[in-house]
């Protein structure tokens, strides 16, 4: 098949081409920029089309460049963005009217679990929002795969929880990290993303999920299991997610918005309220991956290598954000780059005062 990713330079979207393309199939990506796709091993094995998703005009062409496109990933999303929700929303409708123009049948679209509470927070909302957005008379069908916490080395759900444990000698559990959650790990996701598209799969909403039926702070417990290093509990009351989202974003690497509006999101459980996807498509082989075989892969990734050639899905690619991997890795990057410009430095003064044998 012919398939056209949008947010492949992201976490899920950089291992999704991988996986397309060991199927076999044609895959087409799309950037603001294609020169920033060069950075990934898979940038030769593609078709790059420049796209900004929030410029119409700009998608028209870009689907008009891309040629004959049987189904369309969707995963861009503009969260820590201002008024990203609105945003989110009508780059949706852009993508899916100029696909409904081209001919696409199909929209694959990876959100979350949507609660139905009558307050949701902004990144909740936008999720829902971005599949009304994808919604457009005679578009392209809609399959909707929803997610909660996606686990894997790289992901930023986890990475912020490996730096609140890493940072924190004292864990604070305040109410609601005992809310109910089903994740997922990156592995799975991929499975189920890649069988959207080959399989009869009707469209529709499905949630995606692993084995485990679990809550927020069972991941954290997963965590300081893995890397055993021992941390006190403590019990806090009237911090609320968004509060608790602005201390972290201080106190993570990753981008602070980004980080708000992930913690203040938790306010809600997020579990699977259905498991159809399960008998329509077969479980990856081996089965389904465990919370605990997740996350001691990711903590247990070794040294960065390119996407394509990880060898295992919950490892760190070279690809993922400059933040992820932990303050060891970090510090270790930043004394190669410094030992870098060094060595760099002392080679051009060595090429300026060495003598010309011209």
């Not at 996606?150 to 730096?163: L, N, Q, V």
């Not at 305040?174 to 996701?189: L, Y």
């Not at 949630?207 to 290093?229: M, N, Q």
Request: glycine share 8%; aromatic share 6%.
């Amino acid at each position: 098949m012919r398939l056209l990713i949008t947010g492949a330079t992201g976490y899920v979207g950089s291992r999704l081409v991988c996986a397309l393309l060991k199927k076999g199939h044609d895959v087409v990506v799309t950037s603001r920029d294609p020169r920033r796709l060069d950075r990934f091993s898979w940038s030769s094995r593609v078709t790059k089309v420049a796209m900004d998703a929030d410029d119409a005009s700009s998608v028209k062409r870009a689907m008009a460049e891309a040629g004959a496109i049987d189904a369309v990933y969707y995963l861009v999303h503009g969260i820590g963005r201002a008024d990203f929700a609105n945003g989110d929303r009508d780059a949706a409708r852009n993508v899916a009217e100029a696909a409904r123009d081209a001919g696409v049948g199909r929209i694959i679209y990876l959100g979350g679990f949507v609660p139905t509470d009558d307050e949701l927070s902004s990144h909740l909302q936008s999720r829902a929002d971005v599949a009304e957005g994808l919604t457009v008379e005679d578009g392209p069908e809609l399959v909707w795969l929803r997610a909660a916490v996606i686990i894997g080395a790289g992901s930023t759900s986890f990475e912020i929880i490996r730096y609140m444990a890493d940072r924190l000698p004292v864990i604070p559990e305040p109410a609601w990290i005992v809310n109910e959650m089903d994740p997922i790990s990156i592995r799975d996701a991929i499975h189920y993303l890649v069988a959207s598209c080959e399989s009869s799969l009707p469209p529709g909403e499905y949630d995606i999920s692993g084995p485990d039926h679990a809550r927020y702070i069972s991941i954290l417990h997963e965590y300081i299991s893995a890397v055993r290093f021992p941390r006190l509990r403590l019990p806090v009351y009237g911090v609320s997610t968004r509060l608790a989202g602005r201390l972290g974003g201080r106190f993570v690497p990753a981008p602070s918005s980004l980080t708000e509006e992930l913690v203040t999101s938790l306010n809600h459980p997020m579990t699977a309220s259905e498991h159809r996807i399960r008998d329509l498509i077969p479980p990856p082989e081996g089965g389904l991956t465990p919370m605990r075989d997740a996350v001691r892969a990711s903590v247990h990734s070794p040294s960065p290598r390119p996407v394509c050639d990880l060898d295992d899905l919950h490892h760190l690619a070279v690809t993922d954000p400059a933040w992820a991997g932990g303050d060891l890795l970090r510090a270790k990057r930043a004394i190669g780059e410094t030992i870098g410009g060094t060595l760099r430095m002392s080679a051009r003064i060595a090429g300026t005062l060495l003598p010309s044998r011209g």
